[in-house]
């Protein structure tokens, strides 16, 4: 999490991933992993007082784009519509983004955000 001076009633969520921050390992699925990151987005905006319906961008790097469309993105829309269906009706600007490897080499998808904190 990342307070910007001078940008006030913005947090920046970057480098967010699947990684067990108990036993620092990566489940094996990237779906597993998506589920990680959400559930850790959504404990570090509670923290500062917004929540993952006040998202106004997202970025989703993911290492294999066939596995995001056949698994993650499976695994991400359930959780939203479980924990924050506004993310599924009003969608934030977001991009989708293939890369070669993350972090660690067993690290399948990394989120990043950007919400409001409502005044």
């Given amino acids: 999490m990342?307070?910007?001076p001078g940008v006030k009633g913005r947090v920046f969520l970057s480098g967010t991933?699947?990684?067990?921050?108990?036993?620092?390992?990566?489940?094996?699925s990237m779906g597993e992993q998506t589920l990680m990151c959400w559930d850790r987005i959504k404990e570090s905006l509670e923290k500062?007082?917004?929540?993952?319906?006040?998202?106004?961008?997202?970025i989703?790097?993911?290492?294999?784009?066939?596995?995001?469309?056949s698994h993650g993105l499976l695994f991400q829309t359930?959780?939203?519509?479980?924990?924050?269906?506004?993310?599924?009706?009003?969608?934030?600007?977001s991009a989708?983004?293939?890369?070669?490897r993350l972090a660690l080499r067993e690290?399948?998808?990394?989120?990043m955000v950007v919400a409001?904190?409502?005044?």
């Fill in 2 to 4: 990342v307070a910007c």
């Fill in 78 to 93: 359930r959780w939203m519509t479980k924990n924050c269906p506004e993310l599924l009706d009003d969608e934030p600007g």
């Fill in 17 to 28: 991933t699947g990684r067990d921050p108990e036993t620092d390992l990566c489940p094996p």
């Fill in 107 to 111: 690290m399948k998808v990394e989120i």
């Fill in 96 to 100: 989708l983004i293939g890369v070669n």
């Fill in 48 to 58: 500062v007082g917004t929540s993952c319906k006040n998202i106004v961008q997202r």
């Fill in 60 to 69: 989703t790097y993911v290492t294999d784009m066939d596995e995001w469309f």
């Fill in 116 to 119: 409001v904190i409502p005044e």
